[in-house]
């Protein structure tokens, strides 16, 4: 039987999402070093006693046996090699691992090569499960993932004349994927100025390595005008709107609105014992 | 079409059911008395026709306030939180729940499009701001799945600053497990939780 190809084969995968599948099973899409981004068929995982589904949650790195089947190979052995189970304990670190899930889910290929892709998804999803910036983490993740694919985005000089940019003159094309200088931005459309620091922090994420462009300290505002233009830009890669995205948002939205309820809440404890204290005297 | 290939049809289309067996499921209508037909036309139109969900907890009921929310024997100072209508089925099964319920109806699953906003939880802010509301504590009974944690810690984003005690169902292994196959979050859960014999 020579040349016939193996019956299983075992790798190493990152869930990236699942979707059911008839009553107990489902379609798990993985992420592999070797063999891309595959569809395989977890069976009985919806059961309270399934030996797998613990194993495929998304964002867990397993070792997997694949059984090869007509269509779609088998999950015969699962054995989970990292959960990042502190991901699963805060809200804005889960949301932003759905987010890296599910960009690397819609810009790679299924049966491609992508082990740069893979690589960098688990250095990602280490680096927000030992509590590293959410921000840093994402920004530099989205960037790489850019160039991994080939997308990666102009942001020295112009798309146009090819001359250095002035970060502070600098106009923006998401869907381009670059910067255009003062005199060839013209009227093109779809082309606007871009702010002169969030272009500068882009650039140094973009050539800086991860752990110096750590060291680049941002405020809450600029952190999320530049949040902004890397969710627009990944949007028009994509074609289609990355819907992780608006869940950060929202989780960040609840947090803010919960502080503001504390903060009160105790602002008008304060006020109560000084009215107290008041009264006493 | 003939009415015997709309029946087929008709019945491929329900969840769990394949070609052969929705051929199966026809010709058995087809063979049985008119009588059993009749009633099983009936029982799928009236289903669609009488159920409506409960104003208070959000559950598919024939009439508003369904029976556990009228249920005036029952707890009225906690709520179970569920994903799906059959949850509540499986919790109230157990017989060791007294409360009230709220059903989602969902899940925030941000790859499948759904976010916060097309859950039920703005129906349970509303319920919890009533002021003849008793409730102290939420228990959050979302699969212990990634999109069940996502949800559970979202909605306790939104309620623990409105005073409530927020808990979440404890995990760990299901009866008649291995350990040997229990996954490393589960098993270092059951660990965590563990309990004196």
Redesign the interface.
């Given at each position: 039987m020579a040349g016939r190809p193996p019956r299983v084969t075992k790798t190493e995968a990152i869930v990236l999402?699942y979707?059911r599948l008839?009553?107990a099973d489902r379609i798990v899409t993985l992420l592999t070093p070797h063999r891309g981004k595959v569809d395989v068929v977890a069976k009985g995982v919806l059961r309270?006693?399934s030996?797998l589904?613990?194993?495929l949650?998304?964002?867990?790195r397993l070792e997997v046996v694949l059984a090869h089947g007509r269509s779609m190979d088998v999950v015969t052995q699962a054995q989970?090699v990292e959960?990042f189970?502190t991901l699963?304990a805060?809200?804005d670190r889960?949301?932003a691992a759905?987010?890296l899930?599910?960009l690397a889910?819609r810009l790679t290929v299924e049966h491609a090569e992508s082990g740069a892709v893979y690589r960098l998804l688990h250095a990602s999803l280490t680096r927000l499960a030992r509590g590293d910036g959410q921000q840093i983490v994402t920004r530099t993740y989205e960037l790489a993932l850019l160039d991994a694919t080939g997308f990666r985005p102009e942001l020295v000089v112009c798309l146009q004349c090819g001359e250095a940019v002035d970060a502070s003159r600098a106009s923006w094309s998401p869907l381009e994927g670059g910067i255009y200088c003062a005199e060839c931005a013209g009227r093109r459309p779809g082309v606007s100025p871009i702010d002169g620091t969030v272009l500068k922090v882009l650039r140094a994420y973009q050539s800086q390595p991860y752990e110096e462009a750590g060291r680049i300290r941002l405020s809450d505002e600029l952190a999320a005008r530049i949040e902004s233009v890397m969710h627009t830009l990944m949007h028009a890669v994509a074609e289609r709107e990355i819907?992780?995205a608006?869940?950060v948002s929202?989780?960040r939205r609840?947090?803010v609105?919960?502080e503001a309820?504390?903060a009160e809440?105790e602002a008008r404890a304060v006020e109560a014992v000084e009215a107290v204290e008041a009264a006493e005297e | 079409m003939s009415p015997i290939q709309r029946l087929v049809d008709a019945f491929h289309r329900l969840p769990g059911i394949g070609p052969k067996s929705a051929q199966r499921l026809a010709y058995h209508v087809l063979r049985a008395p008119v009588e059993e037909a009749r009633d099983l036309a009936e029982a799928l139109l009236h289903v669609k026709e009488s159920i409506v969900l409960c104003a208070r907890c959000q559950n598919v009921t024939d009439r508003s306030p369904c029976r556990i929310c009228a249920d005036t024997s029952r707890e009225r100072t906690v709520i179970c939180v569920v994903e799906e209508p059959l949850d509540v089925v499986a919790i109230d099964r157990t017989g060791g729940y007294r409360g009230l319920y709220h059903v989602l109806h969902g899940v925030v699953s941000p790859s499948d499009g759904i976010g916060p906003e097309d859950l039920k939880i703005e129906e349970l802010l509303r319920r919890l701001r009533d002021v003849d509301t008793e409730v102290t504590e939420i228990i959050v009974a979302t699969n212990p799945n990634l999109q069940g944690e996502a949800t559970s810690m979202y909605l306790a984003r939104l309620l623990r600053p409105l005073g409530l005690k927020v808990t979440r169902l404890a995990r760990g292994l299901p009866a008649g497990a291995d350990l040997e196959y229990a996954d490393d979050v589960t098993l270092g859960r059951a660990m965590e939780y563990r309990q004196e014999v």
């Amino acid at each position: 039987m020579a040349g016939r190809p193996p019956r299983v084969t075992k790798t190493e995968a990152i869930v990236l999402r699942y979707r059911r599948l008839g009553d107990a099973d489902r379609i798990v899409t993985l992420l592999t070093p070797h063999r891309g981004k595959v569809d395989v068929v977890a069976k009985g995982v919806l059961r309270a006693r399934s030996k797998l589904a613990g194993h495929l949650e998304p964002g867990t790195r397993l070792e997997v046996v694949l059984a090869h089947g007509r269509s779609m190979d088998v999950v015969t052995q699962a054995q989970s090699v990292e959960a990042f189970a502190t991901l699963r304990a805060d809200l804005d670190r889960l949301s932003a691992a759905m987010y890296l899930l599910e960009l690397a889910d819609r810009l790679t290929v299924e049966h491609a090569e992508s082990g740069a892709v893979y690589r960098l998804l688990h250095a990602s999803l280490t680096r927000l499960a030992r509590g590293d910036g959410q921000q840093i983490v994402t920004r530099t993740y989205e960037l790489a993932l850019l160039d991994a694919t080939g997308f990666r985005p102009e942001l020295v000089v112009c798309l146009q004349c090819g001359e250095a940019v002035d970060a502070s003159r600098a106009s923006w094309s998401p869907l381009e994927g670059g910067i255009y200088c003062a005199e060839c931005a013209g009227r093109r459309p779809g082309v606007s100025p871009i702010d002169g620091t969030v272009l500068k922090v882009l650039r140094a994420y973009q050539s800086q390595p991860y752990e110096e462009a750590g060291r680049i300290r941002l405020s809450d505002e600029l952190a999320a005008r530049i949040e902004s233009v890397m969710h627009t830009l990944m949007h028009a890669v994509a074609e289609r709107e990355i819907r992780s995205a608006s869940f950060v948002s929202a989780a960040r939205r609840a947090r803010v609105r919960g502080e503001a309820h504390e903060a009160e809440a105790e602002a008008r404890a304060v006020e109560a014992v000084e009215a107290v204290e008041a009264a006493e005297e | 079409m003939s009415p015997i290939q709309r029946l087929v049809d008709a019945f491929h289309r329900l969840p769990g059911i394949g070609p052969k067996s929705a051929q199966r499921l026809a010709y058995h209508v087809l063979r049985a008395p008119v009588e059993e037909a009749r009633d099983l036309a009936e029982a799928l139109l009236h289903v669609k026709e009488s159920i409506v969900l409960c104003a208070r907890c959000q559950n598919v009921t024939d009439r508003s306030p369904c029976r556990i929310c009228a249920d005036t024997s029952r707890e009225r100072t906690v709520i179970c939180v569920v994903e799906e209508p059959l949850d509540v089925v499986a919790i109230d099964r157990t017989g060791g729940y007294r409360g009230l319920y709220h059903v989602l109806h969902g899940v925030v699953s941000p790859s499948d499009g759904i976010g916060p906003e097309d859950l039920k939880i703005e129906e349970l802010l509303r319920r919890l701001r009533d002021v003849d509301t008793e409730v102290t504590e939420i228990i959050v009974a979302t699969n212990p799945n990634l999109q069940g944690e996502a949800t559970s810690m979202y909605l306790a984003r939104l309620l623990r600053p409105l005073g409530l005690k927020v808990t979440r169902l404890a995990r760990g292994l299901p009866a008649g497990a291995d350990l040997e196959y229990a996954d490393d979050v589960t098993l270092g859960r059951a660990m965590e939780y563990r309990q004196e014999v």
